[in-house]
């Protein structure tokens, strides 16, 4: 029986991942066995902080548009909370991201939407159904 020499399906997967981890400093860039650990962990952090991202974000978006609107010079609006209340009720489609950057490039605008907002009567609902203005 012929000899049969391994090495290059093997040596080509090494290679691989050895490509993903070049930039990582000592032995975590050469050794083939700490760089599948530190590939692994790399790729888990990513996953991970990929959603603290959409949070960390999120919690930005609703600072800004907090502190803009406490600053309100007519003090129409007290808190955010009021606000996105009266924006679900009256089904205006404007999420923070958009309201965020509307806050930070036009105050005035963001005031405007507040005080039509406020202007027009929010209907309620009875419990019998029945709408009051």
Request: glycine share 4%.
């Amino acid at each position: 029986m012929t000899r049969i020499k391994r090495g290059y399906i093997a040596r080509k997967r090494r290679t691989k991942i050895r490509l993903f981890t070049s930039s990582f400093r000592g032995a975590h860039s050469r050794l083939t066995r700490t760089i599948t650990q530190q590939k692994i962990k790399a790729l888990v952090s990513a996953h991970r902080d990929r959603d603290s991202k959409k949070r960390d974000f999120r919690h930005l978006w609703i600072s800004r548009i907090n502190a803009v609107i406490g600053e309100n010079p007519k003090k129409l609006y007290y808190s955010y909370s009021i606000l996105m209340y009266n924006l679900y009720k009256r089904q205006l489609l404007l999420n923070r991201k958009i309201l965020a950057q509307i806050a930070i490039l036009n105050r005035n605008c963001l005031f405007r939407i507040a005080n039509e907002i406020i202007k027009k009567k929010i209907p309620r609902r009875l419990n019998s159904g029945k709408v009051v203005e």
